[in-house]
């Protein structure tokens, strides 16, 4: 009996799909379909899966072509599939020419022409509108933007904006994308949605502008510098069933979700306290060092500390003091926050003039979380113990920068796919802005 075995998503099953299971089926006499798991395919950068992983089995089941169905869950194991199974014949679409060529050592490898004219990507595009974006400010997060975007389908880019008008010129040219220099509302009118990456102090009124004008916002961090301007933002959004998305990176990322499920599975006993350190040293004439009023570390990168602080401990701090070293012009080179809670206690740190060990360190009364910089962009922590011997290593696998992971969250809550804000709640950055509130509020007396 010859066993042939193939793999896919198979998203929104198509013609496609089905040429390809049944041109498999005819290779030998039974066949094998492995179906990737949705944790699996966001592994491997597959971010915006439509269906769940029952449904595409499901989907797959119903062909009646497949002899059995297995899961495909991680990286490798098409090598011990074969293995396991006694398989043949390895077959794919011929849109993975090449790819797989290393399986000959184990079983033939063959590769079968791909259907024309349809794909689970395309059929994603004409299932939802095409969310037309235009980019606010066109600094360093722009450039990140447009590169990350290629990776999440449903999303274009269609403008930018920038008052200043030899910046936005340069990044017309470079990228060729129109920039508009006057009317912020007149750049709106060409959008359903904005991206906003302009300086910390103009969120805000980019934001409330477009949401007011019925755009959805993403916007970089902090969206607003205090809890009543916070809170005006997400009341104008719900009251007119727009998408407001916090642009802190990490909350989105599969690995930061996955370790703050392991720090609260029990393993490291009950959770006491949280150390959270980000520092990046800023250029001296970069505007984080420079501007006295809106620059500074804590501004830069406290949300990212306190995000896994009020994601394991909770917004209910008992006492918050915040310590920052200051240069000759008042701005924070360093920042330390403390929080006290009834059960534990927090520390976050952040520095763009001073630079320290960027770690996440979780305690419980059990052992410990340790998440190495960049644990913002979480790729790799370990669970260890009073015996130094036992160490669990857990290495989630991340894509790109982190911007995708924001993006095809912003995308499948304007899709309406997504309504669930676990990730990153309002309460949660209400609890943010209160802090930020406390810290200008300490900036200005100075
Ligand atoms: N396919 C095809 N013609 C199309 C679209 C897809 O022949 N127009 C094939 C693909 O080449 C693949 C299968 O259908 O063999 C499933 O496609 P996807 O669902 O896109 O899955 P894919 O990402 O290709 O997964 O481990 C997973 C495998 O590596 C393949």
């Avoid at 070293?325 to 360093?334: R, V």
């Amino acid at each position: 009996m010859k066993k042939v075995i193939t793999y896919g998503t198979f998203d929104l099953f198509h013609q496609g799909h089905l040429n390809i299971l049944s041109r498999a089926r005819k290779l030998g006499d039974y066949l094998i379909v492995g179906v990737t798991t949705e944790h699996f395919d966001e592994m491997r950068g597959k971010v915006n899966v439509i269906d769940s992983t029952l449904e595409r089995i499901e989907n797959v089941r119903k062909t009646g072509l497949a002899d059995e169905i297995i899961i495909e869950d991680h990286e490798g194991q098409k090598i011990e599939d074969i293995q396991k199974y006694n398989i043949d014949i390895f077959t794919v679409g011929s849109d993975w020419m090449g790819t797989f060529d290393y399986l000959n050592n184990f079983c033939q490898v063959i590769y079968l022409e791909r259907t024309p004219d349809i794909s689970s990507t395309m059929l994603r595009k004409s299932r939802f509108q095409i969310i037309n974006v235009g980019i606010v400010g066109t600094g360093r997060m722009a450039p990140r933007f447009l590169e990350e975007d290629k990776y999440v389908s449903g999303i274009h880019i269609v403008c930018a904006y920038n008052p200043e008008r030899e910046s936005g010129d340069l990044f017309r040219e470079k990228y060729e994308i129109p920039v508009y220099h006057e009317e912020y509302q007149q750049f709106l009118d060409h959008v359903d949605a904005v991206y906003i990456a302009s300086p910390n102090e103009t969120h805000y009124g980019y934001a409330k502008q477009a949401l007011q004008a019925g755009k959805h916002v993403l916007s970089e961090n902090p969206v607003a510098m205090s809890k009543c301007d916070v809170e005006e933002l997400y009341d104008l959004a719900e009251e007119k069933n727009l998408v407001l998305l916090e642009g802190i990176k990490t909350a989105y990322c599969p690995g930061f979700q996955q370790l703050l499920n392991t720090a609260q599975s029990g393993k490291i006993g009950e959770i006491k306290d949280v150390e959270a350190c980000f520092t990046r040293l800023a250029d001296v004439e970069s505007r984080e060092r420079t501007d006295a009023e809106f620059g500074g570390a804590f501004l830069e990168y406290a949300a990212y500390t306190l995000l896994p602080i009020f994601k394991l401990l909770g917004t209910q701090y008992k006492k918050v003091e915040i310590y920052s070293i200051l240069d000759e012009k008042g701005m924070d080179l360093y920042t330390k926050i403390q929080l006290i809670y009834e059960q534990g206690m927090a520390t976050a740190k952040c520095g763009v003039g001073v630079k320290s060990e960027g770690q996440l360190v979780i305690a419980g009364t059990n052992g410990y979380v340790l998440a190495e910089s960049p644990w913002w962009l979480t790729r790799k922590y370990m669970v260890r113990y009073e015996n130094p011997n036992v160490i669990d290593v857990f290495e989630p696998k991340f894509q790109g920068d982190g911007l995708r992971y924001e993006i095809s969250e912003f995308a499948s809550k304007i899709n309406g796919l997504e309504r669930n804000t676990y990730k990153l709640t309002k309460e949660e950055i209400v609890a943010m802005s209160e802090i930020t509130e406390i810290f200008m509020e300490k900036r200005k007396k100075k």
